[in-house]
Nanobody
C-alpha cells in the first residue's frame, strides 16, 4: 500500500514556474514507477509525465515536453514535477500516481495508487 500526498500547487501568471511535490509513504517507494496526470474542468484526466523507479528513464506528453521536468529522490520518498513557461492551458488539478514496476507508463489504468490532487491555475 502506498499513500501519496501532492503539494506545491497554486496560482501563477503565464510564463511563470511552479514545482509540484508528491510525498509517498512506505519503505518500498523505490519499487514503484511514478507518474503525473492532470485533469482540467470538463475534460478527461490525461498523462503528463512519468519516471522509472531509478529515475533513469522519463516520459513526457508532447504538450509539456521541453517545459516540464520530472525527477525523484528515493531517499526522501518524493517525486517532483518542475513546471516552467506555464500556459493558461496548463490549468488543471495535477495528480501523482504510482505503479508497481520499474518503468513509467502513460495510461491511467496502469497505475495502482493515486494522490488527492493539487490545483494549478495559470492566469493569462
Amino acid at each position: 500500500q502506498v499513500q501519496l500526498v501532492e503539494s506545491g500547487g497554486g496560482l501563477v501568471q503565464a510564463g511563470g514556474s511552479l514545482r509540484l511535490s508528491c510525498a509517498a509513504s512506505g519503505r518500498t517507494f523505490r519499487s514503484y514507477a511514478m507518474g503525473w496526470f492532470r485533469q482540467a474542468p470538463g475534460k478527461e484526466r490525461e498523462f503528463v509525465s512519468a519516471i522509472s523507479w531509478s529515475g533513469g528513464s522519463t516520459l513526457y506528453a508532447d504538450s509539456v515536453k521541453g517545459r516540464f521536468t520530472i525527477s525523484r529522490d528515493n531517499a526522501k520518498n518524493t517525486v517532483y514535477l518542475q513546471m516552467n513557461s506555464l500556459k493558461p492551458e496548463d490549468t488543471a488539478v495535477y495528480y501523482c500516481a504510482a505503479r508497481s514496476g520499474m518503468v513509467g507508463a502513460t495510461t491511467l489504468e496502469e497505475y495502482h495508487y493515486w494522490g488527492q490532487g493539487a490545483q494549478v491555475t495559470v492566469s493569462s
